[in-house]
């Protein structure tokens, strides 16, 4: 595939990403996947010199590694965005048909986050058109991050850089923290007896409200309490209830499903024993409650360091080309980033990390021979969000789009 200089243009690619349909079949069964788009990226990269590794330990569910690879002496950087959307299922007109409206362009993916994936690969391709750079420059085109990041978890399996950005969609403003989150099911049980027995049955479903009352308790105990002063106070709710078999029987089993959102300071150890606490409060006080907890999916929250070397050169050119210093703030949903930095790119922390004792630091494969590049220690992570519409995030508020 040669190389088509319409396709530098980042609002003609963005065009193209918005047409191919890539909806996550985690979330929607039967979906597309990435395949066409991953294909079409590789395609895209590869024409204008970079070398691109397909990584799919999951048929159908591949994510790309695109590396112009560096002279020695510099610092790898790693642009990573993610190739899947959710749903195409009621949307006003034709998903898939990018439109262009006073500036911005419409539909599925436009704003997450197609628009980022066309950014980083337009930026990539001019940053190295006149010749390689001193570092490694690597963008991780992924799947899977609108379900369970699995994209970005394989890529890491191979791959590591000096630092990253994320290119998630925004107002032109830099992130430097968002928060984690962590799943878990109770099981509340009971005892299956027939309506006319009260004196065998015990109310599963009954016994689950104690706890749900427990649990909004508990929330309002977490919104009382210290926050984090970018990301406030962790959060809890009940997403699903299930119970019962039919209306003249005591139910034997009720299951609550939660999601505790965390901030930096909580993970999913903490939230356990918050948990536990609260259950075996309600079986030492409510007469015959039983229950069973299972952890989830959890993912970590994540938090940068404003004073690091790779935010404060971002936002100054971000200053530059905005006309006044980025907006710096926080999100409270979960992103790759923090993967990212689990995986031995330290997160940009107020204070630096060190590594638990015992922690083997993944090397890169991809930089060559060592001498080529002895920076390979690992300097940090950013989420940089890139220009898109106003108001709530979703892809019928557009995406801005510039053609210089």
């Not at 079409?40 to 330990?57: Q, T, Y």
């Not at 790309?64 to 993610?82: C, D």
């Not at 039983?290 to 200053?319: K, N, Q, S």
């Not at 001498?371 to 390979?376: D, F, I, L, W």
Request: hydrophobic residues 35%; contains cysteine.
């Amino acid at each position: 595939m040669a190389a088509d200089p319409l396709d530098s243009d980042p609002a003609g690619l963005l065009a193209r990403l918005v047409s191919i349909d890539s909806v996550n079949p985690g979330l929607v069964p039967g979906g597309a996947g990435e395949t066409v788009i991953a294909d079409f990226c590789g395609h895209w990269l590869a024409a204008r010199g970079f070398e691109v590794h397909r990584l799919e330990k999951c048929p159908g569910r591949p994510s790309l590694v695109a590396i112009a690879r560096g002279t020695g002496g510099g610092r790898s950087l790693m642009l990573n965005g993610h190739l899947d959307t959710v749903s195409l299922a009621d949307y006003d007109g034709d998903p898939l048909d990018p439109q262009m409206r006073d500036g911005r362009m419409y539909r599925r993916g436009t704003f997450d986050m197609k628009g980022g994936i066309a950014a980083m690969m337009v930026a990539a391709a001019r940053a190295t058109a006149h010749g390689p750079l001193r570092g490694d420059l690597i963008l991780a085109c992924v799947a899977d991050e609108e379900h369970s990041s699995s994209g970005t978890e394989e890529v890491l399996e191979s791959f590591t850089a000096d630092a990253a950005i994320v290119t998630e969609p925004s107002h032109l403003e830099v992130t430097l923290a968002h928060k984690g989150f962590v799943w878990f099911g109770v099981e509340i049980d009971g005892r299956a007896a027939h309506g006319s027995r009260p004196d065998l049955g015990v109310d599963a479903i009954a016994k689950a409200g104690h706890f749900l009352v427990a649990l909004e308790q508990l929330g309002q105990r977490l919104s009382e309490g210290p926050g984090h002063p970018l990301l406030g106070k962790g959060t809890v709710h009940a997403s699903v209830i299930t119970g019962g078999e039919e209306p003249s029987t005591y139910p034997a089993h009720c299951r609550i499903t939660l999601e505790r959102r965390t901030v930096p300071g909580e993970n999913a150890d903490t939230v356990e024993s918050e948990l536990v606490s609260v259950l075996d409060q309600l079986a030492a006080t409510v007469p015959d409650f039983g229950y069973r907890l299972t952890r989830g999916l959890h993912r970590e929250p994540f938090e940068a360091d404003r004073e690091a070397a790779i935010v404060r050169t971002l936002a100054r050119h971000a200053e530059t080309s905005l006309g006044h210093p980025p907006v710096v703030h926080a999100e409270p949903f979960w992103t790759d980033c923090a993967l990212l930095d689990r995986a031995g790119m330290p997160a940009l922390r107020r204070r630096r990390r060190r590594r638990p004792r015992g922690h083997r630091v993944r090397r890169p494969r991809l930089a060559g021979p060592p001498h080529q590049h002895p920076h390979r220690h690992h300097r940090g992570l950013l989420f940089l969000k890139p220009s898109a519409g106003p108001g709530r995030t979703g892809d019928r508020y557009g995406t801005k789009v510039h053609h210089s």
